[in-house]
């Protein structure tokens, strides 16, 4: 069984109910919400998110709640070293976005690591570590931190698997910290997706195949390492279908979620099409 589905819209008045039903009209068993705005920090009370009526509904139709990612917003931003205030406040909606999580009963939460903005990769680095660790030592739920790899675009932190290794290391709870591969993000940072066997080696070697907590499954409109992150649809960049099926259908992955977060075609989502065209390009 593959676990396969695409980021959906989390909107009023349905929530989560609104976002499963979306998931399965592309034919997924597994999504990706953000809790509200991707770019801003307005959230709607928990209350109303519609989490039982989801429930009863992932019931019926046996979609495991495992199976819901939450991804957090992309101004979080715990590297930064050179706007305190603007830290703090990552590090306090982090902390609420993680509480979200548990409330929604999801497992894993996504986040971008964060920019250094020119301060530097070491000072960035340790700002990250410190905010983690703020935001875990004050936290009693299970829900785990996937760390994502970058694109390397800009000042971003997290483009080679040796600085998210770097940061895990000094995390006071590394059981509560993962990683959430985006294999656009890894060939735009020069990765090799063609040798799939030589980078689940370098990733196991590195972080540990069973930290990988989510996929993010994109093609890429750019050439291998040019550093630029913008998605492109399955089989229509430069990583191609095949690469992207091998990850999908990899055996020692067979348990990781794997999320599509390719862009809309003609104002229209191209999930279900793509999510069939993946299932059977095993
Ligand atoms: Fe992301
Ligand atoms: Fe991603
Ligand atoms: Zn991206």
């Known amino acids: ?13 349905h929530y989560l109910l609104g976002s499963i039903q979306e998931s399965l009209s592309y034919g997924a068993n597994a999504c990706m919400i953000y809790t509200g705005a991707p770019s801003n920090t307005k959230r709607v009370p928990v209350e109303r998110f519609q989490i039982e009526q989801a429930f009863d509904l992932m019931k019926q139709v046996g979609f495991d709640l495992q199976r819901i990612i939450v991804h957090a917003p992309y101004l979080i931003n715990l590297a930064n070293t050179v706007q305190p205030d603007l830290f703090d406040f990552g590090v306090r909606f982090l902390q609420s976005e993680v ?22 990769l070491q000072t960035g680095i340790d700002q990250i570590v410190k905010g983690l660790n703020q935001v875990l030592d004050n936290d009693s739920s299970s829900v785990r931190i996937a760390l994502e790899t970058m694109a390397g675009k800009g000042t971003e932190i997290g483009f080679e698997f040796s600085q998210l290794k770097m940061i895990l290391e000094r995390i006071h709870r590394p059981d509560r910290i993962g ?10 940072a020069g990765y090799d997706l063609q040798d799939t066997e030589g980078l689940l080696q370098m990733i196991d070697s590195q972080l540990g195949l069973d930290r990988i907590l989510a996929i993010h499954i994109n093609d890429s409109k750019n050439p291998q390492g040019s550093r630029k ?27 990781v979620t794997k999320i599509l977060e390719t862009p809309y075609i003609e ?11 993946l299932r059977k390009s095993a």
Do not use: W
Not at 6 to 11: G, I, R
Not at 102 to 118: D, E, M, Y
């Open 179 to 188: 990683f959430c591969l985006d294999t656009c993000h890894m060939h735009d």
């Open 99 to 120: 509480q979200r999580t548990a409330r929604l009963h999801a497992s894993t939460l996504v986040l971008h690591p964060g920019c250094h903005l020119k301060a530097g």
């Open 229 to 255: 992150d913008r998605h492109a649809n399955i089989g229509k960049g430069c990583i191609g279908l095949e690469a992207l099926a091998r990850m999908v259908h990899h055996p020692v992955l067979q348990e």
């Open 267 to 277: 104002k229209r989502p191209p999930y279900k099409e793509e999510i069939a065209l």
């Open 1 to 13: 069984m593959i676990y396969l589905g695409s980021h959906v819209s989390f909107k009023a008045p």
